[in-house]
């Protein structure tokens, strides 16, 4: 049986940089991929997936919450990869887990686990919830050296709680941050305290 992926880390830990290479990979022995991404993701344009590195691909297939997937079509390929999961919703992420078992395409996910205030995000959840295999993609804390967990969110330069849980940014946004220097930074004791401290945005 072919294997559902998801491979997860905080921001700046080469995520994408990896799915570029496991997609090298892939077609230098002259084998099928396909990219994919959500359509929400335009950081770098509407159909751009690209690494902190400056390294990019076009992606193949852009998704929305509630697109059906082409099971048969994708299933024609050697290897489905996708980058930023944790935006894509539960719908497709069942899609994506009977791909695997019913076609036997392997499918790599990388994203995220949890937003700035340390919450999943439901497609990542879901993927906790029924991948095969789950691995760490590990990166330091932007302040110090211990590995870092949390995604640290900025506004004005400033660690924030404040604004919706989807919001799109790179390094001027967000930082890899290890729980100590995430709770000293947002100047909170606990991360209990961070959760009652500050309401979700629209």
Do not use: W
Request: proline share 4%; aromatic share 8%.
């Amino acid at each position: 049986m072919a294997k559902l992926y998801f491979r997860y880390g905080t921001v700046g830990s080469a995520k994408t940089l990896n799915l570029l290479a496991v997609a090298h990979n892939y077609r230098q022995q002259g084998k099928q991929v396909v990219l994919i991404k959500p359509r929400l993701d335009t950081r770098f344009g509407s159909d751009v997936i690209r690494s902190r590195a400056g390294l990019e691909k076009k992606a193949d297939l852009l998704i929305e919450p509630d697109t059906q997937l082409d099971l048969l079509k994708l299933s024609e390929n050697d290897c489905v990869l996708i980058d930023e999961v944790q935006f894509l919703s539960q719908y497709v992420i069942d899609q994506l887990r009977l791909l695997t078992l019913e076609h036997r395409v392997p499918v790599i996910c990388y994203g995220l686990r949890t937003d700035f205030r340390t919450q999943l995000f439901p497609g990542s959840r879901r993927l906790l919830e029924l991948a095969d295999s789950i691995e760490e993609v590990k990166t330091v804390c932007h302040y110090c050296n211990k590995k870092a967990i949390f995604n640290l969110k900025l506004f004005n330069g400033q660690p924030t709680l404040d604004g919706p849980s989807v919001d799109l940014g790179a390094d001027e946004k967000y930082l890899p941050a290890c729980h100590r220097c995430y709770c000293e930074k947002l100047d909170i004791r606990s991360l209990d305290a961070s959760l009652t401290s500050s309401q979700p945005g629209p």
